[in-house]
């Protein structure tokens, strides 16, 4: 009998599917498992690779089937949808990460500890809270804009129009005001919660050494900086600055064709809470640099005098995010290179 060579794994919450096939890709086995039934399956196979799509949940079933002597490797679900021949079900999947997994030139995510994974529950729960409060300000200022009051845009702003909502004064009829005074509570419980979350994640940036040296860089805080240590992959993934860029999503989308070169918006990959920060950040250096100006010959004050503001915003982000790669990778702070009078 043929020993198995790779097993494709499609994670599910209680029905997988497993895909095993030998080194020449022929297929040997398709199997269905309960969730019961995965880490004995496993178990009784002689070691080989198992992949599986990078999902919620891979990072677990890939530290326990690792514990079995497998080795385990994770692919991006867009880089196993080419291999989907025609139907897609469970078993075509499973067949299709299989061979994915086989290709030569295929690129992996790493799995991650589960030391590695708690920091970046702080991130997602921050941003769950930041985009109910979002919707909490959004609702506010649509049901006083029907009263005729309005503020400027802006989170700082919306105290405006809760001194209008707290006033017993103002125009508001008391059974709007009574609701939306629930609002407004809802609003500050997740201020406070927020700015607990933010408070930590401080805290956690002051006592880490490689977060205070990518602070040296301008426009990356602690934010930015604990991001980039719970969200990123590890800094060997990439082979240089450009190449995590791209990951972040910074780079412009290729569609060059007949040695005709076409580049389009930013490709928009990669971890999206750690590209938005930098973007933020980015756009707060180049406002800042606009306001309080910079030198005409530094790098900045060139390419804000040739170009529109989002695309230095774009560019500043990118820089940043090579900057605080060759941090990582070589040591060391940043310092700004000189600039000639």
């Known amino acids: 009998m043929t020993e198995v060579s790779t097993i494709g794994l499609d994670l599910a919450k209680n029905v997988f599917q497993a895909h095993g096939a030998n080194a020449a890709g022929a297929p040997i086995f398709r199997k269905k498992l309960r969730r019961e039934q995965v880490l004995a399956f496993f178990a009784a196979q002689p070691p080989c690779l ?11 079933w890939g530290r326990e089937i690792g514990k079995l002597g497998h080795t385990v490797k994770l ?12 139907q897609k079900n469970d078993a075509a999947d499973a067949e299709a990460i299989c061979e994915a997994a086989q290709r030569p030139t295929m690129r992996f995510v790493a799995v991650k500890s589960e030391a590695k994974q708690a920091p970046a529950v702080i991130f997602r729960t921050r941003d769950v809270l930041v985009g109910q409060r979002t919707q909490l300000i959004n609702a506010i200022r649509g049901h006083l804009a029907e009263y005729g009051l309005i503020a400027p845009q802006g989170p700082a702003h919306i105290e405006r129009l809760i001194a209008q909502i707290e006033d017993p004064a103002s125009d508001i009829p008391p059974a709007a005001r009574a609701s ?14 927020t700015a607990a979350l933010d408070a930590e994640i401080a805290t956690r940036a002051k006592a880490d050494d490689t977060a205070r040296r990518l602070m040296s860089v301008p426009g990356i805080g602690p934010l930015i900086a604990t991001a980039i240590e719970a ?13 995590f860029a791209a990951w972040v999503g910074l780079t412009p989308v290729q ?5 005709k070169e076409r580049l389009g918006r930013t490709s928009r990959m990669g971890e999206r809470t750690l590209r938005r920060l930098l973007i933020i950040a980015a756009s707060a250096v180049v406002r800042w640099a606009k306001r309080k100006g910079v030198p005409a010959d530094s790098w900045l004050g060139q390419i804000l005098a040739r170009k529109p503001p989002m695309l230095v915003i774009v560019a500043v982000a990118n820089k940043n995010a090579r900057i605080a790669w060759a941090l990582l990778r070589k040591g060391g702070i940043y310092r700004a290179p000189a600039v000639t009078a």
């Open 75 to 86: 692919i991006a679900p867009a880089y196993v949808k080419p291999f989907v021949k025609r």
């Open 231 to 243: 969200l990123a992959p590890p800094v060997e993934t990439f082979r240089s600055g450009r190449d």
């Open 255 to 259: 569609r060059s064709t007949g040695g």
């Open 180 to 193: 939306l005074a629930v609002l407004v509570c809802a609003f500050r419980h997740l201020q406070e919660q």
């Open 50 to 60: 198992v992949a599986m799509e990078a999902c919620p949940g891979a990072h677990h």
